[in-house]
């Protein structure tokens, strides 16, 4: 049996096994990205839809994905791919790629009309094949090019020290500021607070996205914690409160009301300089 170092999940595997997260396993008597190099999703998107308000505005980033996430969060809006293990997908619908073919297709983009800053490790949870993140990064780097994660946080320290030096800005999900709400999704409150903390200190760009389910972390006292938790790092560091819509296993939840969001971003606005709306 082996232990995977990498979340706070830390599965114990049997070799052969297939981690809670579905991207790494046991192979050999070594813990691997089973992922790695494994696109399910790609498009040039805007920065702004990471989303990002102050990192490069008005840019364009080649976004790719794969599949897996250590989160189960029942309001997942890319389920079908960050909820499903490599043997959902139909063979052509996964591409093989190496980091130097990846970068290769970015500096491509880059001399395109709309130009390209780089690459953004999106839609599934990226942190879970940090190696293929790590290995991109430092090539996009050698290109004068940035990385980008747009992720959950749940990464172990060892790891993201390592990951850390590779990438420009991260996106992280603080998905609620409370272990009730992490319990309810399957993963640990100070891990990603550990996260912020450290992309922030690395100088890294940060921005931080809560999403806001009713009655679950809607609570005006929680985002009042949370925007003073992060003024403690910085006041500069930017938040979205983005309101949520019925996905996947919460079709019964209303929508979040359009002033609920309101209100909750007026709270945050008495700590950061930068706290934005989304989804209105």
Not at 65 to 81: E, H
Not at 89 to 96: I, Q, T
Not at 234 to 243: D, N, Y
Request: charged share 20%.
């Amino acid at each position: 049996m082996m232990v995977c170092p990498v979340c706070p999940r830390h599965c114990s595997l049997a070799s052969g096994e297939t981690g809670w997260c579905r991207g790494r396993m046991n192979k050999d008597g070594k813990v691997v990205s089973a992922n790695y190099g494994a696109i399910t999703s790609a498009a040039m998107d805007p920065i702004e839809k990471k989303p990002f308000a102050r990192f490069h505005p008005g840019s364009y980033i080649l976004s790719v994905g794969s599949y897996g996430c250590n989160l189960g969060c029942p309001f997942c809006q890319n389920s079908s791919i960050s909820q499903v293990s490599a043997s959902d997908f139909p063979d052509s619908s996964v591409e093989m790629v190496t980091a130097e073919e990846l970068v290769s297709a970015a500096v491509l983009q880059a001399n395109s009309e709309t130009g390209n800053i780089g690459i953004a490790f999106t839609y599934n949870e990226p942190l879970i094949s940090w190696e293929f993140a790590r290995d991109c990064g430092r090539l996009l780097h050698e290109q004068g090019l940035l990385s980008v994660l747009v992720t959950n946080g749940m990464i172990c320290r060892q790891p993201l020290t390592e990951l850390l030096p590779y990438v420009d800005a991260m996106n992280i999900d603080l998905k609620g500021f409370s272990q009730k709400f992490y319990d309810w999704i399957g993963g640990d409150l100070e891990t990603v607070m550990q996260t912020i903390k450290m992309a922030h200190e690395a100088g890294c760009h940060v921005e931080i996205t809560t999403l806001i389910i009713p009655g679950k972390n809607d609570d005006p006292d929680e985002i009042k914690r949370e925007s003073a938790w992060l003024a403690s790092l910085s006041p500069e560091i930017p938040l979205h409160i983005t309101r949520f819509f019925p996905r996947y296993k919460c079709t019964d939840l209303a929508p979040t009301p359009a002033e609920t969001i309101r209100r909750l971003c007026r709270i945050a606005e008495e700590d950061l300089r930068y706290v934005y709306p989304g989804n209105l």
